[in-house]
């Protein structure tokens, strides 16, 4: 028994409900925080049901350990450290880094 194939209409369809699902997210974090935590775990499974990879600016807005919904401030710390960020759950402690990637903005070298 092999993987069933998916279209690229559902994948399409999945990509667009996991974007509107952070963005409720985002709306139940001000007020219902559970509510938030249940919008990421149905990305989640969303993303792994249709294989469909849940893009880096909101795979950084979830704890990977504890899937919580993260807000800056109320259960984030963001630290900057020897150029990483260091970024921590504080309801599990759990901490991601990535480093700091500095970009040009339309300054040119001229040599």
Not at 63 to 73: D, I, K, M, Y
Request: hydrophobic content about 30%.
């Amino acid at each position: 028994m092999g993987r069933r194939q998916v279209s690229g209409d559902a994948r399409r369809i999945a990509r667009e409900r996991i974007e509107i699902l952070f963005a409720q997210a985002e709306r139940f974090s001000r007020s219902y925080g559970e509510g938030s935590d249940r919008c990421v775990a149905l990305a989640r499974r969303i993303s792994m049901r249709y294989r469909v990879r849940i893009p880096r600016h909101l795979r950084r807005r979830y704890c990977r350990r504890c899937g919580a919904f993260l807000v800056p401030g109320v259960n984030l710390r963001v630290r900057i450290h020897r150029g990483k960020v260091v970024a921590t759950c504080l309801r599990c402690r759990w901490q991601r880094r990535y480093r700091v990637v500095r970009r040009n903005h339309g300054q040119t070298h001229d040599t």
